[in-house]
């Protein structure tokens, strides 16, 4: 069986509310340590990953480890019911049929309510992700990160990023116009989630879809901070820690560089 | 009318697009359920950036390509080592490599075993099989046994989990890792428990790399002073 109980329904909330437009049914590995996620989108563009450790639950009980399907729609829906100060407990019994229970309290007017979510049956394709010596690691307000990407998706459907020790460049080049966001290292506040820390072994220069950037950046409710992970050919992965006890990982394919496209 | 007139080019691109790559059509959809929320958005604007997700996916690496699917041949380190273990499980409780042992005879040494096949460092070789006992059992049997001549020593000693157990092996059986002989010189197993199940087993694992027709040994590890008396090959073989 499997039972884990969170403080806050409203942590669950902001997860799935920051993925189920970007996936649509997703996988959850259960196992004694964690609670874990991986999916791409409908397109095989992006990836997600999610892991959720023994640490951000109030109590965790995985006896073996089980793959709970489920549709984010689905749990979005049952989670709607939830208050975010409510307790969340997520039940799932093997002899119980292919439901799983999402049990939310309200400590201060003893009610329970419980939502029960019909699972689904997934073939999943588990993507092996390679470690990877990323040559630009710069974290920044999650805010910031969104800001900067919402202003460029105005003037562009591509993000160009470039970081060199000197600083970082967001770059959005459109018909219209352009707009171009620089971030030197030397212009770290004083206040430590203000900051903006870049550590560069070698230069980048990398285009991605701005319209997936801007989806990854709804999970900026869920951390202060975001960090960026860029290597030149690979995927960049957009990461939200979760409360120093698991995070919520976005990985993005490059786009093809090719200009003739844009009629 | 002039909505109207955008959607319908967005609509020719996306044909276009589709035939160019199949799996555009799923951004859109996103990106219409996107439309459906009341939101910010212009049906202007709406158009617009529903053109560029076309042009988008066409126009992106898969991510596929630069992380591989896991499939049934490309397992986790987790899968991997949960198949070592029951397949372990399996050789020990069916006996599976019996067979891949062979029962010789020495001038010297009486029976001994070899090994019909090549067994790389680290494999299970064979069990010891016999009786499971407790120490304190096993220690009256012991003494009931040295008092018959006729009885070899077949009682493997050893600890698992702070507690001291004994396979015995006395009684004749077709297991051949009773009949394994003892070298501390040059050993080329080793002793190692295992749990299956709820149960422990002791096994022999190759100590190096085993070449078949080899004599399988291992190290008894019986160092008390009576018992070397009696049998001086326990430190000279």
Same mark, same amino acid.
């Given at each position: 069986?499997?039972?884990?109980?969170?403080?806050?329904?409203?942590?669950?909330?902001?997860?799935?509310?920051?993925?189920?437009?970007?996936?649509?049914?997703?996988?959850?590995?259960?196992?004694?340590?964690?609670?874990?996620?991986?999916?791409?989108?409908?397109?095989?563009?992006?990836?997600?990953?999610?892991?959720?450790?023994?640490?951000?639950?109030?109590?965790?009980?995985?006896?073996?480890?089980?793959?709970?399907?489920?549709?984010?729609?689905?749990?979005?829906?049952?989670?709607?019911?939830?208050?975010?100060?409510?307790?969340?407990?997520?039940?799932?019994?093997?002899?119980?049929?292919?439901?799983?229970?999402?049990?939310?309290?309200?400590?201060?007017?003893?009610?329970?309510?419980?939502?029960?979510?019909?699972?689904?049956?997934?073939?999943?394709?588990?993507?092996?992700?390679?470690?990877?010596?990323?040559?630009?690691?710069?974290?920044?307000?999650?805010?910031?990160?969104?800001?900067?990407?919402?202003?460029?998706?105005?003037?562009?459907?591509?993000?160009?990023?470039?970081?060199?020790?000197?600083?970082?460049?967001?770059?959005?080049?459109?018909?219209?116009?352009?707009?171009?966001?620089?971030?030197?290292?030397?212009?770290?506040?004083?206040?430590?989630?203000?900051?903006?820390?870049?550590?560069?072994?070698?230069?980048?220069?990398?285009?991605?879809?701005?319209?997936?950037?801007?989806?990854?950046?709804?999970?900026?409710?869920?951390?202060?901070?975001?960090?960026?992970?860029?290597?030149?050919?690979?995927?960049?992965?957009?990461?939200?820690?979760?409360?120093?006890?698991?995070?919520?990982?976005?990985?993005?394919?490059?786009?093809?560089?090719?200009?003739?496209?844009?009629? | 009318?002039?909505?109207?007139?955008?959607?319908?080019?967005?609509?020719?691109?996306?044909?276009?697009?589709?035939?160019?790559?199949?799996?555009?059509?799923?951004?859109?959809?996103?990106?219409?359920?996107?439309?459906?929320?009341?939101?910010?958005?212009?049906?202007?604007?709406?158009?617009?950036?529903?053109?560029?997700?076309?042009?988008?996916?066409?126009?992106?690496?898969?991510?596929?390509?630069?992380?591989?699917?896991?499939?049934?041949?490309?397992?986790?380190?987790?899968?991997?080592?949960?198949?070592?273990?029951?397949?372990?499980?399996?050789?020990?409780?069916?006996?599976?490599?019996?067979?891949?042992?062979?029962?010789?005879?020495?001038?010297? +040494? *009486? =029976?001994? @075993?070899?090994?019909?096949?090549?067994?790389?460092?680290?494999?299970?070789? %064979?069990?010891?099989? #016999?009786?499971?006992?407790?120490?304190?059992?096993a220690k009256v049997l012991e003494e009931e046994y040295s008092t018959d001549e006729d009885i070899?020593?077949?009682?493997?000693?050893?600890?698992?989990?702070?507690?001291?157990?004994?396979?015995?092996?006395?009684?004749?059986?077709?297991? +051949? *890792? =009773?009949? @394994?002989?003892?070298?501390?010189?040059?050993?080329?197993?080793?002793?190692? %428990?295992?749990?299956? #199940?709820?149960?422990?087993?002791?096994?022999?694992?190759?100590?190096?790399?085993?070449?078949?027709?080899?004599?399988?040994?291992?190290?008894?590890?019986?160092?008390?002073?009576?018992?070397?008396?009696?049998?001086?090959?326990?430190?000279?073989?």
């Open positions: 069986m499997f039972e884990a109980k969170l403080a806050n329904a409203g942590l669950l909330k902001k997860i799935v509310e920051s993925i189920k437009d970007l996936v649509t049914d997703a996988p959850f590995d259960c196992s004694e340590t964690a609670m874990s996620l991986q999916a791409m989108d409908s397109s095989h563009v992006a990836l997600v990953s999610l892991k959720m450790e023994v640490g951000l639950f109030d109590t965790y009980r995985c006896d073996r480890t089980i793959n709970l399907g489920l549709s984010l729609a689905n749990m979005s829906k049952a989670l709607k019911c939830a208050n975010n100060d409510d307790t969340c407990m997520l039940k799932y019994e093997e002899n119980e049929g292919d439901s799983i229970i999402f049990t939310f309290a309200d400590p201060k007017r003893d009610k329970t309510q419980d939502v029960t979510v019909k699972m689904m049956d997934i073939d999943s394709e588990h993507l092996g992700i390679p470690d990877q010596d990323y040559a630009v690691v710069c974290e920044m307000p999650a805010g910031e990160f969104q800001k900067t990407c919402r202003d460029l998706s105005t003037f562009s459907d591509s993000l160009n990023i470039t970081a060199t020790k000197a600083g970082i460049v967001f770059t959005g080049k459109g018909d219209i116009g352009s707009s171009v966001v620089t971030y030197s290292p030397s212009s770290n506040t004083d206040d430590e989630n203000e900051s903006v820390s870049l550590e560069v072994k070698e230069p980048v220069n990398v285009n991605f879809s701005i319209k997936y950037m801007n989806q990854f950046t709804k999970a900026t409710a869920l951390s202060d901070r975001v960090r960026l992970s860029l290597c030149n050919d690979v995927p960049v992965v957009v990461e939200y820690p979760i409360e120093e006890n698991g995070y919520l990982r976005f990985y993005l394919a490059p786009k093809i560089d090719d200009e003739e496209n844009m009629e | 009318m002039k909505v109207a007139a955008k959607r319908l080019s967005a609509g020719r691109l996306r044909k276009e697009r589709a035939s160019a790559s199949s799996p555009s059509s799923d951004v859109e959809n996103s990106d219409q359920s996107g439309a459906s929320r009341p939101k910010r958005m212009s049906p202007a604007k709406n158009t617009r950036s529903r053109r560029a997700a076309v042009r988008d996916v066409s126009n992106n690496h898969k991510i596929t390509e630069f992380f591989n699917v896991r499939r049934s041949n490309r397992k986790t380190s987790k899968q991997l080592q949960e198949e070592l273990k029951h397949d372990l499980r399996d050789k020990v409780l069916k006996g599976t490599n019996e067979r891949l042992l062979e029962v010789y005879k020495d001038a010297i +040494k *009486g =029976r001994g @075993i070899r090994a019909k096949c090549d067994f790389i460092k680290g494999e299970f070789v %064979v069990e010891y099989r #016999g009786v499971m006992m407790e120490y304190s059992a070899g020593s077949y009682m493997y000693f050893f600890e698992h989990k702070n507690k001291k157990w004994c396979v015995d092996a006395t009684k004749e059986s077709p297991w +051949k *890792g =009773r009949l @394994i002989n003892h070298s501390v010189l040059r050993p080329n197993l080793k002793t190692k %428990v295992v749990v299956i #199940g709820k149960t422990h087993h002791l096994i022999l694992i190759a100590k190096r790399d085993i070449t078949e027709g080899e004599e399988l040994l291992y190290d008894y590890g019986d160092r008390t002073a009576a018992t070397i008396a009696r049998n001086p090959w326990l430190v000279n073989t």
